[in-house]
């Protein structure tokens, strides 16, 4: 079955720097896009950055400049980069993945960004 498991989140200063990972297994990973997801505190899920099969990237506005988002096809791993971090960059940070028509999420990191 899909699986996607994030990691590397934790507390961070403001103006630090952190990578998240998402290991993903249970289908053909380097056949898919993917992208990172956050929530904030009492805020809905929003965008943050996306990879096309491909290498392509996009970003929301909150992360240009700031964050890269990358993946290892052969690790069947995506990453995201995040350096500057600013207090209103906490959030739960998810992995996603359109497979087979389903949108699959990981259980989430938590990033803390204190000023």
């Known amino acids: 079955q899909v699986q996607l498991v994030e990691s590397g989140g934790g507390l961070v200063q403001a103006g630090g720097s952190l990578r998240l990972s998402c290991a993903a297994s249970g289908f053909a990973f380097g056949s898919y896009g993917m992208s990172w997801y956050r929530q904030p505190p009492g805020k809905e899920r929003e965008v943050v950055a996306y990879i096309s099969r491909y290498g392509t990237t996009s970003y929301a506005d909150s992360g240009k400049g700031r964050f890269t988002i990358s993946r290892d096809n052969a690790k069947n791993t995506v990453y995201l980069q995040m350096n500057g971090l600013k207090p209103e960059d906490t959030a739960v940070y998810y992995c996603?993945?359109?497979?087979?028509?389903?949108?699959?999420w990981g259980q989430g990191t938590q990033v803390t960004v204190s000023s």
């Open positions: 996603n993945a359109p497979v087979y028509g389903h949108n699959y």
